[in-house]
């Protein structure tokens, strides 16, 4: 019984804080009005943004579920876009949240551990990347 609670608290921890880490995301570094900015288009702000929150319903189902799609190869292109889109973005996103780590750290009053806050997002994606390459692989 304890173990089934302590797996029930871990899980909704975990779930909580990677939901809080999406919100934060999208909230603090204005991913969506940037994109609008950028791509000049604030008449599809709203496909913009259910486009997001259905990423995001359709990613946490696919990953509580076995998802196998056989798709054609033609129809892998366009997917591989917006994956390639995807990682992009973050990727710039992650520039971006690196450069205000140093002052939000020094609001908090954790500047002095700024190194173990980085190294934290270093372990975090590299956990990232060896669970999703060893389940991919199964």
Do not use: D
């Amino acid at each position: 019984m304890i173990n089934a609670l302590l797996l029930i608290a871990i899980g909704f921890s975990g779930g909580l804080t990677t939901g809080c880490g999406f919100v934060a995301f999208l909230t603090v570094l204005g991913i969506i009005p940037r994109l609008v900015q950028m791509s000049k288009t604030p008449e599809y702000i709203r496909a913009y943004e259910w486009s997001v929150i259905a990423g995001g319903v359709a990613g946490t189902w696919m990953g509580l579920h076995y998802v196998h799609l056989s798709l054609p190869m033609l129809l892998l292109i366009p997917i591989g876009l917006a994956s390639g889109i995807f990682v992009g973005m973050m990727a710039a996103a992650l520039t971006e949240v690196l450069n205000v780590m140093p002052i939000l750290s020094k609001r908090v009053g954790f500047h002095h551990q700024i190194l173990i806050l980085l190294m934290a997002l270093v372990l975090e994606a590299f956990g990232s990347l060896f669970h999703w390459s060893y389940f991919s692989l199964k």
